[in-house]
């Protein structure tokens, strides 16, 4: 129980209430709109209870779903017997004929593809792979089944590790291969002319784990077939129902007018909610072929031993800077270990061709080469975890950037000082054509290393005892809301576009927002509100928002890549907009006004001291539509609109991690002492909600840093099916995070405002391998690979008096 | 088979049916469609699923529904004339203290019996209380202010306290509930064939293997110890919970192994063969099996030489090593691992020597905690820790 | 995961008890079901039948017989936490128990259940040990009495026949002016020991003993506890001789003890 954090006061530094709305009439309520910290609209029926999640949904007639699944990481399977008497209940491959498996390819020259089996008939790739499907009025029921079932697999050598997964004579994943890799992804750019003369060359290697994103809930689906709409209803616990729907169609050979998606409250996502499962199809088709409704839940084990999909990178990174700290290249192999099938719809090579495109970070540079494999191995599939493939590349790179700083004597803040983007270049094109679209950079990590006090704790560090302290930084900036431009080139099955909202008004003057983003979290029945209330004047209250269901909302590619608030959010508040002019030409009709003289605000359109109620346009419209002006708008109180920001390039919000450490150098442990963050999500929209977001994200770094890790042993084996084995971060490993906000308008979304949601998720390893890094310097051991675990620590601190010795 | 249960649920008298497995939070969610008790990992560990019974916060997970049988549950449903309840959910609202919602029902019970338990609770002790309810969503952060505020804020007295403990006297004819029956009776598997010595993989082919090394001086003559080790009968009756099922001319074998770990069992069938060189003293015992019911499988190559001491005693070096997959290999208690491996693996050798030496065989071993020895996932620290203790 | 199917027993008394675990060699006793349970929820352990213990009046008899004081094995550990349950000791059961797992844990799972499980991580199966607590045994032979540290034969292992039971828990009081160290290394709130020691100093009633615990199976006393207490035996190598051949790398037990050792000096410190 090492990481105590210590109490501390005032650990909020948040410049919110600058951020506040801008003022209203004198005596309106507080601030509602963008910019105001309003509680959020779906607190209550959470904190009541009366959240309704996919496994909360009971049908008539349902039956409970459970698997069995590959004890193995790679085989052939010889067969598969039904248990005696259970010959209608238990459900094998060949029982789903016509049921296509997953593909997801990508359009990059050189992908290699797979088909993802939805119950594997005649090759296991790895541990927890579906090969046999059981059904019973209760879980316990299916579950007896399931494991009655007789299995008959001839293993073969598992490719465990994706460093040797492409040795001569490893086993070939995939029939027709010619190796295993998906693909293989390269940028250079004037490498050879930048490295001559460099003062200062560092070597590294660097891992990161493979982890289990782990919501609270997991998956989960109730499939059922409506003979009377002739349609397939899907509830899933997703992120991304419109993925589903189409991916779900193509695999069961429907239309997707046959198919519709709901997404119920989600208890949590973070990437693993955004793909289309196995399970879902599998029960989807049961329920095609039973006619009964039919539940699955993932279960804890379920989710470790065949989920654990994301983050694990190796890093063989080079970088040069010359003596004044300019950072002249950086050259790089790093592999990404993409598991044994291609997941729809991001695809195998999602994250190591992002690998190449952000290494380079915050920072300027004159010559870059990367080259990043997408491994196959006998593992389950790679997903895009919350912060994608920049919680690596953030580690990668700024762990270099504190070798080099050593190299030369120079401080961590100094080198980077020296080489962030300055904010007088921005808008700025980096070395891999990243278009920043605004901010500054080194403010950020000013104001960072003055919130620590870094100069401070470093002459405070003792420099013996068993209690080492160091501290350390990360600085990064995060892609978001990305678009066309940047998917279109992956050729994967999904490519965002136009993101659509339709604002509706109800005739008692509600409004319905209807998006096809889904929220799990991240508040968006509270910030969408907001941008209704700033641009229609409605109050929050009266917004319903209308989200998770293919019936009811407009196509989405859905909630991922930090896209909402700038995605979603534009969408609403031009729909609204829309609206707004609409509504004031009846108002105006109403008022006997000019419609130019109409304003809206606070539930009232007004035109000089006259007045009338959204309310009152609305019954009118609706109710009393002989009031109506003639040339009233034919597409009434409705509006559809689409949205898309000024370039597609993405917002990029940026933030700088200081934190202080103390490491036991007897057990091992780390303890986080203080954690500042300094970041910057453009104009917030709720601040409370972006704090929200930064500290959960920032503890999901933590634990990506110091605790989490699905280990393999040779044969594919996961080493780790309970969160007893799992360990994920709890209260007390958390210090008081303090966050500090600046707020640099993007000048590419509607409000300023920029992707926030995975931010968090992307500094805590490198800034806490910095510090420990620090804290080790002295003993001459370093960390290289994550999590930090106590053994590991203590194996460098082996590792380190070794070599003294020597 | 479902057995009636009675249980006071938030202040009224339920009776339901329960199978003797289904634990309280089924029993709330899919027979009562109390939904709001949220199931995390089933495992004792999230902290999704607390609930109050008589009055203190229990994992429903953990807490099978007939224990519960004549007691009182409160769920998150059941609060909402609860002054103290209202005005902790109104600083989670306020301190941002949920964001998906599905922590959040066992977050509430935990910070409910925190607020009443401990009302001088700094910081620092109710993060440490609250490290049995795992968050993913809000890095705590808002959770720990909400319950700061409700304590500096001076709360309500709590409405639910615990009660004082009952012993549970039950009801005058106790009810034995019975397990069910099996709906369907466990397909046969693939009959397992008896292969050559050299089909079954050989020690260094074993991936993800565990190597346990000993070496052990035996107070009789070599050939007399041989004359134990050439036969697999008295192999198999060395080793606790091996039975040898079928013997082949040509060494090839057939059966069983039943190990146990505390209440974890395990039953191995399978295959394997030896082979012998009776010049070099030497052997290699090669097999492979599975746990039909945890479909774990396990493969083991276990060879042993002997050398004659000068003393006139004997010299036996066992080596063994095993490899397994499935269910039982995918935990992570390594020391476990080590100290039951070392129990079999001298309980094995131990039996050897004593028949060597012509003592009275020792009754048939019981199931001894080898199952520790295949559990035993074989972390490399382990391995290497074994390995640099061969002599 | 969902248990396999098992048949569900609440006994009626000891007695009772004790006839339907001699009954049924499948059958498992349950008094909290903190141990048991994930095992079973993962289909691990696979009793045919569990005899629920939890209600039995006889486990939470007290029997104070002057020296020492005898507490029934039924009492749940945060009964000890908060003094529900006598501490004959001076706080140290009390502060033991509260560093079990987690509340809503503590609230369910027993004493005497957690020394049978025999976990080798647990804390009450070093604690006791350290204490040098003898636990009562009752089988349908009658009642014997073994010691804490003779208890635990390996991981999940115990010297329990197949028809015992443990009753209660003896433990001796400690002298005025006792001293108690208990130092475990887990690296979260509640999550099993790495590493654990106890110290206990006691020297007016002759007991200075050294434990060390979370070995993988039995805990060990350390032969001399005077000298580790007196500093005249070095913890490093004490440790490194009484693990020799059982643990890959003692480093995390002498720290333990170090820890533990510190923590009994601090103790007096503070009286």
């Known amino acids: ?806 | 088979m479902s057995t009636a249960i009675t249980l006071d649920i938030n202040g009224r008298t339920v009776a339901g049916e329960a199978e003797p497995r289904t634990h309280l939070a089924d029993f709330l969610r899919e027979e009562l469609l109390l939904t709001g008790t949220h199931l995390g990992c089933e495992q004792g560990v999230c902290g999704a699923c607390t609930v109050f019974v008589d009055g203190r916060p229990v994992r429903a997970c953990l807490t099978l529904a007939h224990a519960c049988d004549g007691q009182s549950v409160r769920t998150v449903e059941g609060f909402d004339d609860d002054a103290l309840m209202a005005r902790l959910r109104d600083a989670f609202k306020t301190h941002h203290g949920l964001q998906c919602g599905f922590c959040t029902p066992g977050m509430l019970a935990t910070a409910y019996d925190i607020v009443r338990r401990l009302p001088q609770a700094d910081t620092a002790r109710i993060r440490r209380e609250l490290s049995g309810n795992l968050c993913r969503c809000t890095g705590y952060h808002g959770i720990v202010a909400a319950i700061e505020a409700v304590l500096a804020e001076g709360p309500p007295p709590a409405a639910l306290v615990p009660t004082a403990h009952r012993s549970r006297m039950p009801r005058e004819a106790p009810a034995d509930v019975p397990a069910p029956e099996r709906t369907a009776a466990v397909a046969d598997g693939p009959a397992s064939v008896l292969k050559p010595f050299a089909a079954y993989p050989a020690a260094d082919a074993l991936t993800g293997e565990a190597t346990l090394a000993r070496s052990i001086t035996i107070d009789a003559p070599c050939e007399a110890v041989w004359a134990m080790v050439e036969n697999p009968k008295t192999i198999a009756a060395a080793i606790p919970g091996a039975h040898l099922d079928a013997l082949g001319e040509d060494g090839t074998l057939r059966g069983h192994l039943e190990v146990a770990l505390g209440p974890m069992r395990a039953r191995f069938a399978g295959v394997g063969a030896m082979r012998l060189d009776p010049a070099g003293r030497q052997g290699e015992l090669r097999g492979e099996g599975q746990d039909r019911l945890s479909r774990t499988g396990l493969a083991a190559a276990l060879a042993f030489t002997l050398a004659p001491r000068e003393d006139g005693g004997t010299q036996l070096s066992f080596t063994a090593t095993y490899a397994l997959n499935g269910p039982l290999a995918q935990f992570g208690r390594p020391a476990l691992v080590a100290a039951a491996a070392d129990r079999i693996l001298e309980e094995a050798i131990a039996s050897i020597a004593r028949r060597a030496r012509g003592e009275e065989a020792a009754p048939a071993p019981r199931r001894l905690g080898g199952f520790a020895l295949l559990v035993g996932i074989v972390r490399d620290a382990f391995a290497r820790a074994l390995r640099g203790r061969r002599p | 995961m969902k248990p396999a199917p098992f048949a569900y027993r609440p006994a009626t008394s000891l007695a009772d008890a004790q006839r339907a675990l001699a009954a049924d060699a499948d059958a498992k006793l349950s008094a909290g079901n903190q141990s048991l349970g994930p095992m079973l929820n993962l289909r691990l352990a696979r009793p045919g039948a569990l005899i629920d213990i939890a209600g039995l009046a006889e486990l939470r008899a007290v029997t104070d017989s002057g020296g020492a004081v005898r507490i029934g094995a039924g009492f749940t550990h945060a009964e000890i936490e908060d003094g529900e349950a006598p501490d004959p000791t001076l706080g140290w059961l009390r502060a033991a128990a509260g560093a079990i797992a987690h509340r809503a844990v503590r609230n369910r799972g027993t004493l005497g259940g957690s020394l049978a499980h025999a976990d080798p991580a647990a804390d009450w199966v070093i604690v006791m040990a350290g204490l040098g607590a003898n636990l009562v045994l009752a089988g349908t032979n009658g009642e014997r009495v073994v010691p804490a540290d003779a208890f635990v034969t390996g991981p999940f292992e115990t010297v329990l026949r197949a028809d015992e039971m443990i009753v209660a828990v003896e433990i001796a009081k400690p002298s005025p002016g006792a001293r108690w160290g208990y130092w475990k290394y887990t690296r979260q709130v509640g999550e099993f020991a790495k590493a654990s020691a106890t110290v206990l100093d006691d020297p007016a009633a002759g007991r200075q003993r050294c434990a060390l615990g979370a070995l993988g199976g039995a805990p060990v006393v350390l032969a001399d506890g005077a000298g580790l207490i007196e500093g005249r035996v070095d913890p490093d190598g004490a440790v490194r001789a009484a693990l020799a051949g059982r643990v890959a790398d003692p480093q995390l037990h002498v720290v333990a003890l170090r820890r533990a050792l510190a923590a009994a000096k601090q103790a007096e410190a503070a009286q």
């Open chain 1, 1 to 806: 129980m090492p990481v105590r954090p210590p109490q501390r006061e005032g650990d909020v530094l948040s410049a919110s209430d600058a951020a506040d709305a801008p003022a209203g009439h004198p005596h309106s309520p507080p601030p509602r709109g963008v910019g105001a910290r309003l509680p959020r609209k779906e607190d209550d029926r959470f904190l009541a209870g009366k959240g309704r999640y996919v496994g909360d949904i009971r049908l008539a007639g349902m039956v409970e779903l459970a698997f069995l699944r590959s004890p193995v990481a790679h085989g052939i399977l010889r067969a598969a017997h039904k248990p005696v008497g259970a010959q209608d209940a238990v459900f094998l491959a060949e029982d789903l004929a016509g049921v296509h498996g997953i593909r997801a390819d990508s359009g990059l020259p050189g992908f290699q593809s797979s088909v993802q089996p939805i119950l594997a008939s005649d090759r296991v790739r790895h541990v927890g792979e579906l090969i046999a499907a059981a059904i019973a009025d209760t879980r316990a029921a299916a579950e007896d089944l399931a494991e009655a079932v007789a299995i008959d697999i001839d293993p073969l050598p598992a490719l465990h590790d994706m460093t040797r997964a492409r040795d001569a004579g490893a086993p070939i994943l995939h029939e027709g291969w010619t190796e295993n890799a998906f693909l293989e992804t390269r940028i250079e750019t004037g490498l050879e002319a930048a490295i001559e003369g460099a003062a200062a060359v560092v070597k590294r290697t660097y891992r990161t784990a493979r982890q289990c994103m782990a919501p609270i809930e997991g998956r989960g689906c109730v499939a059922v077939w409506d003979g009377n709409l002739e349609m397939l209803i899907l509830y899933s616990a997703t992120q991304m129902p419109h993925i589903v729907r189409s991916g779900l169609a193509e695999c069961l050979g429907l239309e997707e007018g046959q198919v519709r998606v709901v997404a119920p409250d989600v208890g949590g996502g973070f990437g693993y909610k955004g793909i289309l499962l196995a399970e879902e199809v599998c029960a989807s088709a049961l329920a095609l072929k039973l006619g009964r409704p039919v539940r699955w839940l993932e279960d804890r084990r379920e989710h470790l031993v065949a989920g654990a999909n994301c983050r694990e990178h190796a890093y063989e990174i080079t970088g040069y800077a010359a003596a004044d700290g300019e950072l002249l290249a950086v050259d790089c192999a790093a592999l990404v270990d993409s598991g044994a099938y291609s997941a729809y719809p991001f695809s195998a090579c999602l994250e190591a061709a992002q690998v190449t495109s952000i290494l380079p970070g915050p920072y300027t540079m004159r010559g870059y080469r990367c080259s990043a494999v997408s491994v196959a191995t006998n593992k389950p599939p790679i997903l895009p975890y919350r912060g994608v493939a920049r919680t690596g590349v953030c580690f990668a790179m700024e762990l270099v950037m504190d070798a080099l700083a050593a190299e030369l004597g120079l401080p961590p803040e100094a080198i980077r000082a020296r080489n962030l983007v300055p904010p007088e270049a921005m808008p700025f094109t980096n070395i891999t054509n990243k278009y920043f679209d605004s901010g500054d950079y080194p403010q950020a990590l000013r104001r960072a290393v003055e919130a620590l006090d870094l100069d401070s704790l470093r002459a405070a560090a003792p420099k013996e005892g068993p209690k080492r302290r160091g501290v350390g930084l990360a600085i990064f900036c995060e892609q978001g809301a990305h678009g066309t431009s940047v998917y279109h080139g992956w050729g994967i099955p999904m490519v965002p576009g136009f993101e659509q909202a339709t604002a509706r008004l109800t005739p008692d003057g509600g409004l319905e927002l209807r998006v096809g983003v889904h929220s799990h979290g991240q508040g968006l029945e509270t910030t969408l509100a907001q941008i209704a209330h700033e641009t229609l004047g409605i109050d929050p209250a009266r917004v319903k928002l209308v989200h998770g269901d293919t019936a009811l909302t407009p196509y989405s590619t859905g909630t991922w890549g930090s896209r909402c608030g700038v995605m979603a959010g534009g969408a609403v508040a031009a729909a609204c907009t829309t609206l707004a002019e609409r509504v004031k030409r009846i108002a105006a009709h109403l008022l006997q006004a000019d419609p130019a003289d109409v304003e809206i605000g606070d539930g009232l359109a007004r035109a000089g001291s006259a007045s009338v109620r959204l309310a009152d346009v609305a019954y009118t419209f609706y109710r009393a539509p002989q009031n109506l002006p003639a040339d009233v708008d034919r597409r009434g109180l409705e509006a559809s609109e689409g949205y898309r920001t000024v370039k597609d390039t993405g917002t990029f919000s940026y933030a700088c991690h200081a934190v202080s450490v103390e490491v036991d150098i007897e057990t091992g442990d780390i303890a986080l002492l203080d954690y500042v963050i300094v970041e910057d999500a453009g104009t917030m929209i709720n601040p409370m909600i972006v704090d929200g977001q930064v500290y959960g994200g920032a503890v999901q770094g933590i634990g990506t840093a110091l605790f989490e890790e699905m280990r393999y042993d040779g044969a594919g084996q996961p080493l780790a099916s309970t969160l007893a084995d799992y360990h994920l971060p709890v209260a007390a490993d958390i210090p008081p995070i303090r966050i500090i906000h600046m707020a640099t308008p993007s000048p590419l979304s509607r409000f300023g405002q920029k992707g926030i949601g995975e931010s968090g998720a992307i500094g805590p390893p490198a800034a806490i391998a910095n510090a420990v890094n620090d804290a080790l310097r002295p003993l001459g051991a370093r960390v290289a690979s994550l999590p930090m675990t106590p053994e590991a620590v203590r194996a460098a601190l082996a590792a380190a008096g070794a070599e003294a010795g020597a």
